[in-house]
T-cell receptor, first 112, second 114 residues
Framework: NAGVTQTPKFQVLKTGQSMTLQCAQD?????MYWYRQDPGMGLRLIYY???????DKGEVPNGYNVSRLNKREFSLRLESAAPSQTSVYFC???????????FGPGTRLTVL | LAKTTQPISMDSYEGQEVNITCSHN???????ITWYQQFPSQGPRFIIQ???TKVTNEVASLFIPADRKSSTLSLPRVSLSDTAVYYC???????????????FGAGTRLAVHP
């Protein structure tokens, strides 16, 4: 079992470009999350999905959109990338009542 | 939302016991206390969770006083590989969506020296 996988691992964008970060889980958990982590900082929640077909804003949703395609996949889209979105992006999952979240390896995004 | 306060950094030496204290004065009745560990270039990893008194697993112990306004993560006999950032979080794991309202602060950077 791979757990939580993310693609790509690294990405460089120019300001204004768009891209989609992919996340997939094989753990059959209902909830999935997208976080960003800036250098030397803790994680901040961007969006989450409590179950297939539902999504909700987290702490820092501006500039992002998400899509919960099915129970397994949760994607994060940057429509028009800005330098302020340079960060490491982590996807995570966790089932209802679970006592932990499982995190993917992260995507390191640089916006020039 | 229950906020947490932790020391920004700590230093220790191999073989010592390390205690990291977290303050959470406005913890709610249904909130649990969870600690995560993060190594550079990796996502956080669950260490331990508790509600009250003491919890112990193969990695750490978690001490929670009766008023639950603080908690202490105890790492016995640390090694160089325990150098990481440690996050204290509070939240209700039984709420719909799991930990969707968790807030990761800046954490505590633990440096273990030879």
């Amino acid at each position: 079992n791979a757990g939580v996988t993310q693609t790509p691992k690294f990405q460089v964008l120019k300001t204004g470009q768009s891209m989609t970060l992919q996340c997939a889980q094989d753990m059959n958990h209902n909830s999935m999350y997208w976080y960003r982590q800036d250098p030397g900082m803790g994680l901040r929640l961007i969006y989450y999905s409590a179950s297939e077909g539902t999504t909700d804003k987290g702490e820092v949703p501006n500039g992002y959109n998400v899509s919960r395609l099915n129970k397994r996949e949760f994607s994060l889209r940057l429509e028009s990338a800005a330098p302020s979105q340079t960060s490491v992006y982590f996807c995570a999952n966790g089932g209802l009542g679970t006592d932990t979240q499982y995190f993917g390896p992260g995507t390191r995004l640089t916006v020039l | 939302l229950a906020k947490t306060t932790q020391p920004i950094s700590m230093d220790s030496y191999e073989g010592q016991e390390v205690n990291i204290t977290c303050s959470h004065n406005n913890i709610a009745t249904n909130d649990y206390i969870t600690w995560y560990q993060q190594f550079p270039s990796q996502g956080p990893r669950f260490i331990i969770q508790g509600y009250k008194t003491k919890v112990t697993n193969e990695v750490a112990s978690l001490f929670i006083p009766a008023d639950r306004k603080s908690s202490t993560l105890s790492l016995p006999r640390v090694s160089l590989s325990d150098t990481a950032v440690y996050y204290c979080l509070v939240g209700d794991p039984l709420e719909s969506g799991g930990y969707n309202k968790l807030i990761f602060g800046a954490g505590t950077r633990l440096a273990v020296h030879p």
